[in-house]
């Protein structure tokens, strides 16, 4: 167990950019997961830390060790791959052992680690088959298995669930949790999908373009977003995001006016609100009252899409709630939950909220 | 364990009447030569010219072409030998400069597997006087060496770049997940690339060796008696007396037996590794 620390790290190739110039710290035994759209830099932070990528400057610490020029095999991390990354001609037993082979362990010892780790994900009785004969979620248990067996000092784990349905994927985020949690290894976990985010980390670090919008812990991103990347990124349906101005502290947009979200004044500013902070009620005490464009049942809710102009406002109404095409309704905004961002440079705006 | 991937395939190539009557006439076009040369090894010389299917069948060709005359057994030993070394030399260096190619960039890009592939472009014809000049000088003529030498030539370039095209359609994943597991670069090629891409290896041995059991105009120039082997000793059943055709066939037997056995016992051991290599 360790702590890992990019200090500082870049990678280009030729004049593309590939990670910007940055400084990271996981703590030991913290959950840290690289959230961001493909293409923005988290795969290859980690693959960085893992020894698979040179940095192109900077240096990677794990503990106390400088490890920016060591081969993958001496960092002592254990990496589960995206389409787990399983060797085809090897039993499930020799998957999971081969990190104990490679370092030369004696087999009696081996198979004991085998057995045991086989025992924690349920592998036990397909230790004698091939990754071939095995399920989605029993490859991706197997790809777990022969990360934890050698008890390394870090975890990296690139998209392990995006390959499974989505019922799997529930149950085996719940077990990473639950094995991370056990082990207290350091992990840094890379994802694109901001529920396995939410719902694993201590903390997150949303990236985009290379560079880290936000670090901190899942509650602080979704109720306090940094900028206007990450306020539509997190939470499904996406935060609304009106444009308007800010006249001494209120806010105004087009037959919208919302009283107290902000000081001062400012022309050009974005509102973000999520949309169950929206309430649907009725034209007296609306702040907007606007078009049904659209409504949705989902089952545990009904969300209701407005139309503002070229913009739509998505609230989140109760599950009884129905409406027709064409009616308006009445929109009010939780002050408390209203995030004001500055429409040029898109950084947030701290108002009272 | 494959059974169900293997009955997918076998109802996929299903046999329709018309299949049947085109295997056929393929069976008959590729194997009327081979059963002639086999019938006339076993035919006496004055049979060997009549068109009847009846004949008494001898082995005196055989032991006559085993004999002083011809000391095919020497001619085999040498086929052997040669394409065995060859073998052994080419296949495991092939696989290393494959994998070399297929995953490190070099300066110049591609330009050195191409180059590989260039030297193949040049006809025997051209190099074979200053080869045998070398040769010679070397004190290599007629000796195996000099043969399991120029078969490396360009077995070698040929087995490189069938592998490599074998390394390149697998992902890098495991051998990344190799190195992370503690693997050297060698070790998780002997571990893990190698047995991957089995199927592909074998197959550029089979190629390599009908190449260098076959290759007859290097041997012709550069061995005279020592080092012959058995595509160059069919020369020898053409004598001043006339055509020895009832030898020729034995010698082209010989020629041809192995290569059966070894696609026979290769065949079974490469439809395996193809479905073992099918998992994503």
Known sequence: ?353 | MSAPVRRRRRTRGALTPARCIGIAILVVVWLAPVAWIAATAFKSPAQVLSLNVFFEPTLRNFAIAFGPQYQLGARLLNSLIVTGVTLLVAIPIATASAYALSRYRFPGGSVWSIAILATQFVPAAVIIIPLFVAFRGAGLIDTRAALVIVNLSFVLPYATWMIKGFIDAIPQDMEEAAAIDGASRLRALIDVVVPVIAPGVITAAIFSFVIAWNEFFYALILTRSDATTLPVSLMSARTEQGDAWEIMATIGLVIIGPMLLISRLVQRFFVRGLTAGSVR
Not at chain 1, 187 to 211: C, F, K, P, S
Not at chain 1, 231 to 242: Q, R, V, Y
Not at chain 1, 282 to 290: G, K, M, P, Q, R
Request: proline fraction near 5%; charge should be negative; charged fraction near 25%.
């Open chain 1, 1 to 353: 167990m360790a702590s890992v620390s990019l200090r500082n790290v870049e990678k280009r190739w030729g004049p593309v950019v590939g990670v910007a110039r940055q400084s990271l710290d996981v703590g030991d035994g913290e959950f840290m997961v690289l959230l961001g759209p493909s293409g923005c830099g988290k795969t290859t932070t980690m693959r960085m830390i893992a020894g698979l990528e040179d940095p192109s400057d900077g240096e990677i610490w794990i503990g106390d060790r400088d490890v920016t020029e060591l081969l993958p095999r001496d960092r002592d991390v254990a990496m589960v791959f995206q389409n787990y990354g399983l060797y085809p001609h090897m039993t499930v037993a020799q998957n999971i052992g081969y990190p104990l082979k490679v370092r030369g362990q004696p087999r009696a010892e081996r198979d004991n680690a085998v057995d045991e780790v086989a025992r924690k994900v349920e592998l036990l009785p397909l230790l004698h088959r091939r990754p071939r004969e095995l399920s989605g979620g029993q490859r991706q248990r197997v790809a777990l298995a022969r990360a934890i067996v050698r008890r390394p000092q870090v975890f990296l784990m690139d998209e392990p669930l995006s390959n499974l349905d989505a019922k799997l994927r529930v149950s085996m985020r719940a077990e990473i949790k639950h094995l991370q949690h056990e082990l207290k290894i350091t992990t840094i976990y890379v994802t694109h999908d901001q529920i396995e985010a939410m719902t694993l980390a201590h903390r997150v670090a949303v990236m985009d373009r290379g560079v880290i919008q936000q670090l901190d812990t899942p509650e602080a991103i979704y109720n306090r977003p940094a900028n206007l990347f990450v306020a539509s990124f997190i939470g499904s349906p996406a935060m609304n995001l009106l444009n308007g101005a800010l006249e001494t502290g209120d806010f105004v947009a087009p037959g919208i006016r919302i009283a107290g979200v902000g000081q001062g004044s400012r022309p050009a500013v974005v509102l973000g609100i999520r949309p169950e902070d929206l309430e649907l009620c009725d034209a007296s005490e609306a702040d907007a009252v606007l078009p049904v464009y659209s409504f949705e049942l989902t089952g545990d809710a009904t969300l209701a899409t407005v139309a503002h102009g070229e913009e739509r406002i998505c609230a989140r109404g109760d599950r009884h709630l129905r409406l027709t095409f064409g009616d308006t309704v009445g929109l009010r905004f939780a002050r408390a939950h209203c995030h004001l961002f500055d429409a040029t440079t898109t950084q947030r705006i701290d108002g009272p909220a």
